[in-house]
C-alpha cells in the first residue's frame, strides 16, 4: 500500500513516467487497472490542487499589474495566443501527459479559467494518457 500511495503522488509530478515505473517495480506485479487507476487519480488530485492555485496566482497578478499604456505584443506572445485560439483546451488535452500536471494546469488555469470544464477535461486527458501509456506497457 506505501508503494501504491508512493506511485499516485509521483503521478502528479512525473506523470510520464510513473506507469513505466509502476510496471517495472520490482517484486510487484501491478494489474492494468491499478496502474491505470492509481496514475489517474493522482493526476487529478494534482490538476485540482494546481489548477485552483494557478487560477488564485494569476488573478492575484492581474490585480497587482499596473497597467500603463497599450500592452505590448511581443512574436512570443502572438504565438502562444495563436496556439491557443487554433487549438485550444482539446489540443492542451492532446500534449497534457507529455508535459507534467502541474504545467498543464497552470496552462489551463491562465488560458482556459473562463469554461467551467476545463480541470474535468484537463481529468480526462489525464486519464486517457493513463491507459495510452500503461496499454503499451503491456502490449510491448
Known sequence: MGKLLGFFFLAIVKFLFTPSAMFLAPN???SFLTIVL??????ALGVMICY???KRLFMYFSKRAKRKGKKVFTPGRRRI???KNKY??????MICGLISVPISSLIAS???????????LLILG???WSLV???LHFIF
Open 28 to 30: 510487484e506485479d501491478y
Open 38 to 43: 492509481t496514475t489517474s487519480s493522482g493526476a
Open 52 to 54: 485552483g492555485f494557478g
Open 81 to 83: 495566443v495563436a496556439i
Open 88 to 93: 485550444g483546451i482539446f489540443g492542451l488535452m
Open 110 to 120: 491562465k488560458y482556459f479559467h473562463h469554461q467551467k470544464a476545463t480541470p474535468y
Open 126 to 128: 489525464f486519464f486517457l
Open 133 to 135: 501509456l500503461t496499454g
